[in-house]
């Protein structure tokens, strides 16, 4: 008896998700929290190209293509949504613009992937990590001893006023999406440790420059260290990159049903 009515409330359970999907594909009205535009940010680019591994590889290069799987992941699973790169090939895209085109193009979840390297002082690291925003590390001086933003600090000027600006958006959406953030990047980790190759490191928050600007849950993979053997063979291959892609796709799945269905209880 009780298995039946297991097999009944899973069976209420499926319809109500038919239900729930199908609604999905109606446009987003203004009050409509649920996720619709994912903006998808491979860093570097250009005349930036990111750290350089072993091999000669540049960071730009690696994490262009796991962007790019993860944009056509995401589109073959959904029809309405819109997903937007902050860039698609090898240009320079200064880090103010990638954080304005999230916010101008209405985006609900951003996510920021790079490769890491040790420092010369450090001994041989591997593994990826995943970023949240600390605003009380953001301090410009400070934190220009973090790579992500030396490597901008040194491309673009970034000026005092867009770090005090931002810093003062950012504390007023950080206590509404920090949650979030927070429960999408354990969904990444478990993700990308069942999907992948690369261990992981943990979860951590910095001052990371890019995650500034957009006010949307926001998070950034270093998706490995380009300084370590393992690592750069695993990301330089078309096989690695597509691996991190599908796990990041499956964790942005997972994030999606769970935020769409939370904030569709609060209507
Ligand atoms: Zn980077």
Redesign the pocket.
């Known amino acids: 008896m009780k298995k039946i009515i297991l097999i009944l409330s899973l069976l209420a359970i499926s319809i109500t998700a038919t239900i729930f999907t199908n609604k999905t594909s109606t446009p987003q009205s203004a009050s409509d929290k649920r996720i619709y535009t994912v903006i998808i940010d491979p860093?570097?680019g250009g005349k930036d190209p990111?750290?350089t591994g072993l091999s000669g590889v540049y960071?730009k290069n690696i994490?262009l293509p796991i962007g790019t799987k993860l944009k056509n992941y995401l589109s073959k699973e959904y029809d309405d949504m819109k997903i937007v790169m902050t860039r698609e090939k090898d240009e320079f895209i200064e880090l103010k613009k990638r954080g304005q085109t999230a916010n101008e193009q209405g985006g609900n979840l951003f996510v920021s992937i790079?490769?890491?390297a040790r420092k010369s002082e450090e001994n041989d690291k591997s593994g990826f990590e995943i970023y949240l925003l600390d605003l009380a590390r953001i301090d410009e001086a400070r934190d220009i001893t973090l790579?992500?933003n030396k490597?901008i600090a040194f491309n673009e000027k970034i000026d005092s006023s867009f770090i005090s600006k931002n810093k003062i958006l950012a504390s007023l959406y950080q206590q509404a999406y920090l949650g979030y953030s927070e429960r999408f990047s354990s969904i990444i980790e478990t993700e990308l440790i069942k999907g992948t190759r690369i261990p992981s490191r943990g979860l951590f928050q910095a001052g990371f420059w890019v995650l500034l600007a957009p006010s949307m849950p926001s998070i950034l993979v270093?998706c490995g260290y380009l300084s370590n053997n393992t690592d750069e063979e695993y990301l330089k291959s078309e096989k690695g990159q597509d691996e991190i892609a599908k796990s990041i796709f499956k964790a942005v799945r997972y994030f999606k049903m769970d935020y769409d269905f939370e904030n569709s209880l609060m209507d």
């Open positions: 860093g570097h990111g750290t960071e994490v790079h490769c890491n790579e992500e490597f270093e």
